[in-house]
């Protein structure tokens, strides 16, 4: 099993700035793929950015492209989303989320961190 724990959620202003960090534990030698997603009320979950453990390959979403940047720790295992230049619309609970493989779903989530970008 692998746990993953978010941290780094707060409020910020619109322009601001925040890092979010995802620490894995367990058997992370089964990850293979890393990604943030995030749920703003009332809406349903969506992709943010995925890295790959190996080599680092990121793809992002097309609403936060050039704004976020997702990297990886493979040393703390430790998963990272710098937020920069955020907007009201960022507002949502961010979840780190892990596969083993390249395709299909997510096998392992964290509990999600609070984000919210005041106007």
């Known amino acids: 099993q692998v746990q993953l724990v978010e941290s780094g959620g707060g409020l910020v202003q619109a322009g601001g700035s925040l890092r979010l960090s995802c620490a894995a534990s367990g058997r992370t030698f089964r990850l293979y793929v890393m990604g943030w997603f995030r749920q703003a009320p009332g809406k349903e979950r969506e992709f943010v950015a995925t890295?790959?453990?190996?080599?680092?390959?990121?793809y992002y979403a097309d609403s936060v492209k050039g704004r976020f940047t997702i990297s990886r720790d493979n040393v703390k295992n430790t998963v990272y989303l710098q937020m920069n230049s955020l907007k009201p619309e960022d507002t949502a609970v961010y979840y780190c989320a892990g596969k083993e493989g390249v395709i299909g779903v997510y096998d392992y989530w964290g509990q999600g961190t609070q984000v919210t970008v005041s106007s």
């Open positions: 890295i790959r453990w190996s080599g680092g390959n990121t």
